[in-house]
Nanobody, 124 residues
């Protein structure tokens, strides 16, 4: 049974930082083909924020490049999203996702089979 559990969300002021964590059970985040973070606001589609492809490395949305950093700790089986210089437009529910099947890309929600429950980030 695969479970992804996010933590680290909260309310911050613009310019501040947060680090989101995603602990995995039942799946190895170190060897998964795709691991990533998405975000969603009410009435909007879920959008990709950052991802790591097993072969091709990291990918970021243009809106977060230079401010967000995705990483993973294989020993802790945990995925992270370090978010610096947060902006009000970063306000959303953030979801971690993973998939152990071969994927050519890790860009869209359809590339991921397992999802966390989400954690709220509010920037004012």
């Amino acid at each position: 049974h695969v479970q992804l559990v996010e933590s680290g969300g909260g309310s911050v002021q613009a310019g501040e930082s947060l680090r989101l964590s995603c602990a995995g059970t039942g799946i190895s985040l170190r060897s998964a083909f795709c691991v990533g973070w998405f975000r969603q606001t009410p009435g909007q589609e879920r959008e990709g924020v950052a991802s790591i492809h097993y072969n091709y490395g990291t990918n970021y949305a243009d809106s977060v490049k230079g401010r967000f950093t995705i990483s993973k700790d294989g020993k802790k089986n945990t995925l992270y999203l370090q978010m610096d210089n947060l902006k009000p437009e970063d306000t959303a529910t953030y979801y971690c996702a993973a998939d152990h099947n071969f994927r050519a890309y890790c860009y869209t929600p359809s590339d991921f089979g397992f999802w966390g429950q989400g954690t709220q980030v509010t920037v004012s």
